[in-house]
């Protein structure tokens, strides 16, 4: 395929990286909500959905929170908005719960693993778009089993859906009583936890025609470049957070978020 034929696609994941990166240090979410529907339609597009499609999207996308987190974190942590004890007593759980969903992301069917993504994608979009602020479900976060409990069922949903720790991570830190600019601070950290195990095993997960110079499930010339992106825009979307209400982008996203799930959930039922 030539270069004017690629440009356009090199330009669309540009700005979709940017995006990503406002997003991951506005509202904590790590960029995955965008950037796996992103890939989806982007490698189709170009010709690679194969029966792996969707791990392909998902491994990636996990690759590309792996920097994206760890810009986010310093910046918030820069701030003194990250929660370090919770990060060290819960990150056993949450990176045990990442390998097991990568595991379980790698064995099922791309349409199957879409489906997945689909659902939980629009139970997330309801919650940020639905869930009362003022709900708690305690003052503090648990210990001891249920932390591990909870913190596996964390890493493992992310994973399977190739997002960080701020879309369920976030609502879980505040319905225990955690203030939300340092739920979203420490959610940076939650996206690090999670990526790196994931990855890893997305790697060596096995695709059939992938997109050149892929390694497993994961496209390196698409996590370069939305790297490159997210990097650059990640900072701001810290100081927005820190400088604004994100109230109505939140709404915003929400909707959007629901939308697009509908439409992957459609395209998985083969609608």
């Known amino acids: 395929m030539d270069l004017m034929t690629l440009l356009p696609f090199f330009l669309i994941l540009a700005a979709v990286g940017a995006v990503a990166g406002v997003i991951a240090g506005l509202l904590g ?71 097991a969903g990568a595991l379980l992301a790698s064995s099922l069917k791309s349409d199957t693993l879409t489906a997945v993504f689909a659902v939980l994608a629009a139970l997330a979009g309801l919650w940020m778009l639905l869930g009362r602020k003022d709900l708690r ?32 991570g976030v609502p879980l830190m505040t319905l225990h009583g955690m203030a939300i600019h340092r739920a979203v601070g420490t959610a940076s950290g939650l996206g690090l936890i999670i990526a790196a195990p994931a990855t890893l095993g997305f790697l060596f997960t096995r695709v ?37 209400n994100p109230a109505p982008l939140k709404r915003a996203f929400a909707l959007f978020l629901i939308a697009v799930a509908a439409n992957m959930g459609r395209k998985a039922l083969g609608w």
């Open 29 to 99: 979410v790590g960029g995955g909500m965008v950037l796996v529907p992103a890939f989806y339609y982007t490698f189709a597009a170009l010709g690679h959905d194969g029966p792996q499609l969707m791990q392909l999207c998902v491994g990636t996308s996990l690759a590309t929170i792996l920097a994206t987190s760890t810009r986010s974190l310093r910046a918030h942590a820069a701030r003194g908005a990250v929660d370090r004890d919770f990060l060290r007593g819960w990150a056993p759980a949450i990176a045990i719960g990442a390998g």
């Open 208 to 244: 059939e025609n992938p997109p050149p110079l892929s390694i497993g499930a994961v496209n390196l010339p698409a996590f370069a470049l939305v790297v490159a992106m997210t990097l650059l825009t990640t900072p701001l979307g810290v100081r927005l957070a820190h400088g604004m």
């Open 137 to 168: 479900l305690a003052d503090h976060l648990p210990h001891g089993p249920r932390a591990w409990g909870m913190g596996g069922a964390l890493g493992l949903a992310s994973a399977v859906m190739g997002i960080g720790g701020g879309t369920f």
